[in-house]
Each structure stands twice: as structure tokens, then as C-alpha cells.
């Protein structure tokens, strides 16, 4: 196994992102890249053909960042591999290659949640009193040609908050019940709207997706007994609002007075640090990340429609 080779399957938007990242992390990291298309790679790249591979595990690591329905194909096309494999989000959408993905049952998946590795929800944890009760979420994006989409908008991006909702906030097995609506449907019968509602015990979380924006929006708000956090993911800042229980009069009005207080956190780069997480797993021979949060949040939206 050479220390700097990798394999880099789909060099569309995500690819060439993990090409160049890597490339950041490891100056001298030489990549192979597979793609069916005519494309323009970078210099310490060689495009080749899958089927031309003699010895799966002489790369380093591999990255999948094709379509979504070509996953589960690459997946087992690799299964002699003896390392973890990075498979961008989601892994599947839809029942049957969820199954399917059951039935294989080889855990070496290090699924792209990408958001999961964002630092502002660590920083915004590490700010409550207590656990949230409500979390309200809103991934908004511009529209994009339909034909360039594969995934309904709740495998396109709500899945990445699921993610998180799961990785920071609630427990799989405290949930009670989640049901998820899609609506609008493209000229390619996808869905471009969805609102998934997830109830635990304690805590009300609402996501709203869409891809009929006319910009990107990435806001969160939780609402906890002591505070309320918002988390602007493209701002990179987060605010933490508490009530000081103390009302005073000004100009003839009740005034409530309230604590607040801004972070931002400019230097924090999800992407950068999803790759480096997944570094150190090859490095430590990690099999498995993550496995049960990667089935989980598949799961509740393929449940809840």
C-alpha cells in the first residue's frame, strides 16, 4: 500500500473538493481518479479505468463521490478492500438499497456527512444549560437545472441535519415518532420540498429543506429551558440569547433585558476537518465510523414518507 495514493471514484462537484483538499492536507498524495466523463484533472492526478485496477489495496484511501445510485455499486465492487471507504451522503435513497445495504452488512463505511464536522455545533452545545426541547432548522439553496439532480431535496439536504440532529442532540432510540412531507415536484419528478418532523419524549425538532430559494440559507435555532441558540451556518456565527428575568421601563414601555452573546468561529472549515477525521481512521485501521448514525438517519426518512 503506497502511504500517498488514493482513489478518488466521480470527480463532479464533491470529487474534485476531496482532490483538493487532500492535496492541501498531503502536498505529495498522488490520485487516481475514475469518471466516465471528458474532464480537465489537476497534475498530481492520472485518470484511469476502474476495471484496470489490479490491487484494490495499494491506495491509501478511496473516496466514492459518484451519483447516489451507483453507490451501492462501487460499494461492493470494493469489497475486497481492507480499509474504511469514504462514500459522500447519502449512501442510499430509497428502500430497496437500503436493504440491499442491510444484507451486505460490511460496516468499513465513513459516510460524507459533511455538517456533522462542523464546529459551531459543538460550540454552540458546549454554550447550553440543558438539553434543547425545540430545534428549528432551515436549509434553503437556489434552484438548479432539474437534470442535474438525482435526489429528492430530503436525501439532498435535509439528510444532512438529520445527521447532525443525531450525532449532537437526540438519541435514535429516544424518538417516538418522525413523519416527513414532500412537496413541489421538479420536470424530473423529484421532490424539491420537505418538512421532517422528528418527536422525542423532550424535544420537538422541525427541518424545513428546499431547493426553490433564491439564496442559500443554513440557520438553526434551539430553544432550551435557559436559552436560545442560533446558528447561522454561513455567517459562521452563532448567538446565545439568554433572559435576565428582569423588565424595566423605558420611554413608557416595558422593556425585557436580555443577556446575549455573539461567537464567531471564521477559521472552521467542515470539509477540511471531515477529511482529516477520516485520516485518522485510516491511520488507526478503523473498520468502522459511525455505522449506526450512518443507518439511522437513512432510516427515519425512508420511515417517515
Known amino acids: 500500500m503506497s502511504e500517498n495514493k488514493f482513489l478518488v471514484i466521480g470527480f463532479g462537484n464533491m470529487g ?23 474532464i480537465k484533472i ?51 435513497s430509497n ?28 460550540i454552540a452545545k458546549s454554550n447550553m444549560t440543558s438539553s434543547p426541547f425545540y ?17 429528492h431535496v430530503s436525501f439532498d439536504l435535509t439528510i444532512h441535519d438529520v445527521s447532525v440532529v443525531l450525532s449532537h442532540f437526540v438519541e435514535y432510540e429516544n424518538i417516538l415518532t418522525s413523519h ?18 422528528i418527536h422525542t419524549k423532550d424535544c420537538l425538532v422541525s427541518i424545513s429543506s428546499s ?12 430553544f432550551t429551558e435557559n436559552e436560545q441558540i442560533s446558528i447561522d451556518l454561513i455567517k459562521k456565527e452563532i448567538l446565545v440569547t439568554r433572559n435576565n428575568d ?18 464567531i468561529d471564521n477559521e472552521d472549515n467542515p470539509a477540511k476537518n471531515q477529511m482529516k477525521q477520516y485520516l485518522s481512521c485510516l491511520d488507526n485501521n478503523k473498520l468502522e465510523y459511525n455505522y449506526g448514525q450512518l443507518i439511522n438517519s437513512h432510516k427515519i426518512l425512508l420511515d417517515s414518507e
Open 16 to 38: 474534485s473538493l476531496h482532490v483538493k483538499i487532500l492535496t492541501a492536507l498531503i502536498p505529495t498524495v498522488r490520485i487516481d481518479i475514475v469518471d466516465d466523463q471528458e
Open 42 to 92: 489537476p497534475q498530481n492526478c492520472t485518470k484511469i479505468n476502474f476495471e484496470d485496477i489490479t490491487n484494490i489495496n495499494e491506495y491509501r484511501g478511496i473516496i466514492v463521490a459518484t451519483h447516489t445510485d451507483t453507490h451501492l455499486e462501487y460499494f461492493e465492487k470494493l469489497e475486497d478492500y481492507e480499509k474504511l471507504i469514504f462514500i459522500e451522503k447519502p449512501i442510499v
Open 95 to 122: 428502500q430497496k438499497d437500503f436493504i440491499k445495504l442491510n444484507k451486505i452488512n460490511k460496516k468499513n463505511i465513513f459516510c460524507g456527512f459533511i455538517e456533522t464536522h462542523n464546529n459551531l455545533f459543538s
Open 135 to 151: 430545534i428549528q432548522v432551515e436549509r434553503i439553496s437556489a434552484q438548479v437545472d432539474p437534470h442535474r439532480l438525482r435526489d
Open 180 to 197: 416527513s412531507s414532500n412537496v413541489r415536484k421538479n420536470s424530473s419528478g423529484l421532490y424539491e420540498m420537505n418538512n421532517l418532523k
Open 211 to 222: 431547493r426553490l430559494g433564491q439564496k442559500k440559507i443554513r440557520k438553526w435555532n434551539l
Open 246 to 263: 428582569e423588565v424595566t421601563l423605558k420611554n413608557n414601555q416595558l422593556v425585557q433585558d436580555f443577556y446575549e452573546k455573539v461567537i
